[in-house]
């Protein structure tokens, strides 16, 4: 007891509360402040804002932008766009509304100077595809966190957040958050009239190629833990498609991005014997998925069914052909730039290996999966759509609002809301954000109450792995193995290992069945009652150790979508070997699950698909 009871305890209070300040919550931040002058506006944030979440590093390219001021595009298209790349399923409800907005977005992010490339001839932003502009923007991110730092009342930084707090007045309402300082430990309770839930996608759920010493080099962001998915669902909000994982092709090793080569610097790919090889898989794709193979552009996944199928013909590994691209010299400087930008680690991957991309085509390869809602797949949470646009089926609240009163989400936290990247998460972070105030001028004197008996009940949760740790390591008995505790280390391989092998990693070439997903359920169960005896030896294993309980719970509930979806609707993402077809009939719809934290017991339905863009 003594742990907990010296452990200092933090209140604070706050009108609207964001979790997570990456692309979505430094959005959310700074459209709180415009809609509500005179709120409290606090945003908290696991790493510093200054440079957390996926674009960390920095970006090359805003991936979604339609340049209306110049007819490029309408949100229509963008819509049709997300659409026939996600084989036919996505809010287009929610995708329209990001989209008649997201422009906008981008011209803030000119004006607070970000540098943009310009084509010389024109003065429009350069292009690197159709949706795509291209920045110099190894800056972006300090520059959108330093309008956010402005916006907000109080910025946390350096606290984890574990669990969100429900109202003690009224049943499915939400009150606010709790987690820890990761530096100092100190325990903190954030009482909220709404929460706007940002915190990123999961990496680290699926084994990854790179394990032992290349472990923290994965495609997505190593600490995008999954928090987006968890903190909603231990709340008992509805989530969809979370079986749409996604898997990318990339540069071999070094997980550097494939766009701007495709894209802009018109190279392609070929086998190991120098041949095209998309066409030789065409018949095959169509028995599979029907016309959908015809649509252009190609939706990704198919292209990556060619790619897959290839390799297992035992004709890999494919290559990208550079050598032509780049006896151009202005190609070739973009093609560095491409990665000196964003992901230096390929750059350096081509140094150690001996590849100049001028002299040898460099190979590419098939990613683990990935869970997120914000690139080209569409997991997260069912949120009410905008008043002037969704269906009347999709709107039970406030624009963003999830199933749960109050509880608002944006970015990877959204589901059934593909191709928003980062310019789209800000977006979605902005409208999130100004639902969120309506919410609360609309609320009047009926705000949350926060219970005491549940943040101190959590509060002895969260830190239990340091206590589990300082008991279990007298039973030490060689190195850090103890009888008594689990390492998170430990525990996240084991996840790993079950994900892999039983839902479609890897190891399985993405592919599972009826029979493999009960084994992996039974698995994830074993692993979840041993994840109670987590050890943490220091609070950066107790970051740790709070990462993997929400990777293991959105990992279950990824499980269970695959389950319960019985179709292949995206190979070349994963493939239902009992279910081998894609089912326009039976699930030309999307997946909804609701976890019940009391049992345990998750609950899954469909829901319709309402094509409101011809
Ligand atoms: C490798 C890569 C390349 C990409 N390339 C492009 C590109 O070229 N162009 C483009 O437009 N987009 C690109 N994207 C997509 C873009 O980065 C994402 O769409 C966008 O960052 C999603 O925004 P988000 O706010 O949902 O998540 P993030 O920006 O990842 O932010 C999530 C935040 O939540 C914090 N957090 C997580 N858990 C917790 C917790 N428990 N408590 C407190 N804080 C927490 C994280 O630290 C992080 O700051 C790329 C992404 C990756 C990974």
Redesign the pocket.
Known sequence: MGLFSRRKTVFVDSDILV???????CGATYESRYWGRDLNVVC????N?ER????AQG??????YMGMQWDENQPEDHVRYARNDLMGIVREDLGYDIARHVDSTVHKFDEWGLPMMRDPETGRYMREGKW?IMIHGESYKPIVAEAARKAATEVYNR????HLLMDKTKANRVAGAV?FNVRTGDYYVFRAKAVIV????ASHIFKPRAVGEGMGRT???P???A??YA?PILAGAKMTQMENRIVLTRFKDG?G?V?AYFLHLKTYTENAYGKEYESTWYENTKELVGDYIDRHPVPTCLRNHAFLEEVKAGRGPIRMVTKEAFQDPHKETVGWENFLG??IGQAVVWASQNIDPKLINPELTTSEPYVMG??ATCSGAWASGPEDYAPSEYQWGYNRMMTVDGLFG????IGGTAH??????YTE?RIAAKAAVNYINDMGNDRPQVSEGEYEELKKVVFQPLENYRIGRNEIVAGTVSPSYLLPMSGLQRLEKIMDEYVGGISSHYTTNDVLLDRGLELLGMLKEDLDHLGAEDLHQLQRA?ELQ?RALASECVTQHTMFREETRWPGYYYRADHPKLDDTDWHCFTLSQYDRNTGEWGMEKAPVYHIVD
Request: aromatic share 12%.
């Open positions: 979790i997570g300040g990456g692309m979505a919550g908290v944030e696991k790493a804002i957390s979440g996926a674009v970006l090359y390219a805003i991936n979604c795509q606290i984890m957040v574990t987690g940002c915190a990123g996608g495609w997505y962001a600490w995008s833990s928090s987006a903190l997980y991005p766009g964003m992901t914000s690139h944006a970015g990877d936290t928003k990247f980062s310019s789209g998460s972070g709070w929400h």
